[in-house]
């Protein structure tokens, strides 16, 4: 079975502009959430999708925000980018909301200047 | 106070060394304790998880819980160079099951 994957895997933008990030959950799993990953601030949570809505969000900005297609695909956008938010961004696949086991893609790179 | 302090390391040991891999946590509303590992430029994978005090073992390695001290580890017995990774305690929360992450340890372990 494939596992989790992202695209692009790296990509660089420049301070001001806007990013879409896209995942694509294993075949059958349809919870996605979405985690950024950085030296100073380790993995934090960003939000979850199930069903086509967001479930839960963490503590960012307004400028984040995702969205879930009906085959569970789901695309992460990031608004007026600001430096700090390059990163690692990660997206974790489970079979339904509140399972334990999440698969992890292998991430997005994404570098601002 | 941090919910979730890692060892930060690094952790460096030879070939078959057990090694020891701990976090603390302050939220008693954590009830499941997870541990990821990860590999350079590759996302976390799902190594084991657990519920309960004591000890979980699966193959090399062995998770424990104390849910009194708030404390659990990860132990690495016969460690290989295929090891070397980065170490990460999760506490999974909510409907969600959001993951809190430790800072996470790099371990290399020496051929």
């Known amino acids: 079975k494939a596992g989790v994957t992202q695209t692009p895997r790296y990509l660089i933008k420049t301070r001001g502009q806007q990013v879409t990030l896209s995942c694509s959950p294993i075949?059958?799993?349809?919870?996605v959430s979405w985690y950024q990953q950085t030296p100073g601030q380790g993995l934090q949570f960003l939000f979850e999708?199930?069903?086509?809505?967001?479930?839960n969000k963490g503590n960012f900005p307004g400028r984040f925000s995702g969205r879930q297609f009906s085959n569970s695909r789901s695309e992460m956008n990031v608004s007026t980018l600001e430096l700090g938010d390059s990163a690692l961004y990660l997206c974790?696949?489970?079979?339904?909301?509140?399972?334990?086991?999440?698969?992890f893609g292998p991430g997005t790179r994404l570098t601002v200047t | 106070q941090k919910e979730v302090e890692q060892d930060p390391g690094p952790l460096s040991v030879p070939e078959g060394a057990i090694v020891s891999l701990n976090c603390t946590y302050s939220?008693?509303?954590?009830?499941?304790f997870m541990w990821y590992r990860q590999y350079s430029r590759k996302g976390p994978e799902l190594l084991m998880y657990?519920?309960?005090?004591g000890n979980k073992e699966d193959g090399r390695f062995t998770a424990q819980v104390d849910k009194s001290s708030k404390y659990i580890s990860l132990f690495i017995r016969d460690s290989q160079p295929s090891d070397s990774a980065t170490y990460l305690c999760?506490?999974?929360?909510?409907?969600?099951?959001?993951?809190?992450f430790g800072s996470g340890t790099q371990l290399t372990v020496l051929p």
């Open positions: 657990t519920y309960s005090s």
């Open positions: 939220n008693s509303a954590f009830q499941y």
């Open positions: 999760a506490f999974p929360r909510g409907p969600a099951r959001q993951l809190t």
């Open positions: 974790a696949s489970s079979l339904r909301q509140g399972a334990y086991e999440q698969y």
């Open positions: 075949s059958g799993h349809r919870s």
């Open positions: 999708y199930f069903s086509e809505t967001q479930r």
